[in-house]
């Protein structure tokens, strides 16, 4: 599965080489929060910086892949939880995680950066596939299902802003050397595997293919046409 997705990020970082107009590039600032045995619930306990580069390629104003690459720290302990085996305050654990990952996004409202005489925003969700790597209690690789929701915005000709929020559902539960830790009655909706969650604010740009705005490029075309007539 790891040799898939790497070969699907290549595939998708050059499929538009010959169409600049239909690839956004982006740069991610957020957080990282994780959620398992030591945080069953808290949405923002321990957050850990987290950054991303991504590449997406729109195939229609509602329609888009993104590959994804992020890193960050993660963290987490005990505190205040009351359904562990272990006395509150016994455990806790910090490393690094990252994750290379491919989306499907799709946006409720035709978007596009390209539009520089009115302002277009769209609400929008994401879902697909990532691969996750952590050095918290030890170094693992292992398969997670990102999905997310968010919301676009462009602030200027091929500029966007961006703001997203979203889990990633892992097959794994060793973040925080805690393996079957929560009582069977205790179990949720995480079904005992540890998850975590990313969220962050997105600048976007799109580099255009110069020829296709250059004045000269233009000028010969229009020469050749009227040859041509």
């Not at 195939?59 to 009351?82: H, M, S, W």
């Not at 997105?202 to 009227?226: H, M, Q």
Request: aromatic share 14%; charged share 20%; net charge neutral.
């Amino acid at each position: 599965m790891r040799k898939t997705l790497i070969s699907l990020f290549l595939l998708a970082t050059l499929a538009s080489a010959n169409g600049q107009r239909s690839a956004d590039y982006g740069f991610s600032a957020g957080i990282v929060n994780y959620l398992g045995e030591l945080n069953p619930v808290s949405l923002f306990s321990n957050p850990g910086p987290a950054a991303s580069l991504f590449y997406r390629y729109n195939f229609n104003p509602r329609q888009a892949v993104r590959a994804n690459l992020l890193g960050g720290q993660i963290r987490g302990e005990d505190t205040d939880i009351n359904n562990l085996r272990t006395p509150p305050g016994d455990d806790s654990f910090s490393g690094m995680l990252g994750e290379l990952g491919l989306t499907y996004e799709y946006n409720f409202f035709a978007y596009s950066t390209q539009r520089s005489r009115r302002v277009d925003y769209t609400p929008y969700i994401a879902a697909g596939a990532a691969v996750t790597l952590v050095n918290t209690a030890d170094v693992s690789i292992f398969p997670s299902i990102p999905f997310s929701a968010g919301f676009k915005i462009n602030v200027g000709n091929n500029i966007g802003l961006e703001f997203e929020y979203g889990f990633r559902k892992t097959f794994y539960d060793n973040f925080d050397g805690l393996t079957d830790m929560v009582d069977p009655e205790d179990l949720t909706w995480m079904h005992n595997n540890d998850w975590y969650s990313f969220m962050g604010v997105s600048f976007t740009w799109k580099i255009y293919n110069k020829l296709v705005g250059c004045p000269a490029f233009a000028g010969d075309v229009e020469k050749k046409r009227k040859k041509q007539n």
